[in-house]
């Protein structure tokens, strides 16, 4: 089973607060990836940035004071061409990578899965530090990154992302 995650497609992240340059270019590419994913009915996970009130409180506040992806605002919602797809889970985290996914993803699909296939925002941040987590949480599994279909704080932020990944022996693909 393949399993494509969709990571933080937020409002605050495309058009808000933290918008990563020319990220709206990625939402029709990965639009027909979960198209795909919805025709052959295998599973779409979309991980949301989660915060607070409190957010400048915490670590990531203090590094980064910047207010974006508050619980229940405009900026936190999925945008809304992948909102309107209507497919797939939704799994809300509070930092960067979440070690919970994983082990929902174990608990709910156990030795089925045999690719764990990333696109979504930010290369750099959110997508390898999920994308690590997986390959360690599932040394057995083929760990993508659709690199088209992701974009990092910057462009050159983006490739030293894909060149860690690779180094980890993630898959860097164009397409699914
Ligand atoms: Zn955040």
New binding site residues.
């Given amino acids: 089973m393949k399993i494509l995650i969709v990571v933080d497609m937020q409002n605050d992240f495309l058009t808000g607060s933290l918008k990563t340059k020319d990220a709206t270019e990625i939402i029709p590419k990965i639009k027909k990836v979960v198209e795909e994913y919805k025709k052959n009915g295998m599973p779409v996970i979309f991980t949301k940035?989660t915060?607070t009130d409190s957010y400048l409180l915490t670590q990531?506040g203090k590094a980064l004071p910047v207010i974006?992806?508050i619980k229940n605002t405009y900026g936190w919602e999925i945008c809304d061409e992948l909102k309107n797809i209507n497919y797939g889970e939704v799994f809300e985290k509070n930092t960067f990578g979440s070690i919970e996914l994983f082990e929902n993803l174990k608990k709910q699909y156990n030795s089925n899965i045999d690719e764990i296939t990333f696109c979504g925002v930010c290369t750099d941040i959110c997508v390898v530090s999920n994308a690590i987590i997986a390959k360690a949480y599932f040394p057995e599994v083929k760990i993508v990154i659709l690199e088209d279909c992701t974009k990092g704080v910057t462009e050159e932020s983006h490739l030293s992302a894909l060149s860690t990944l690779k180094s980890c022996q993630c898959i860097i693909r164009k397409e699914c």
Avoid: A, K, N, R
């Fill in positions: 940035d915060h990531e974006h992806c």
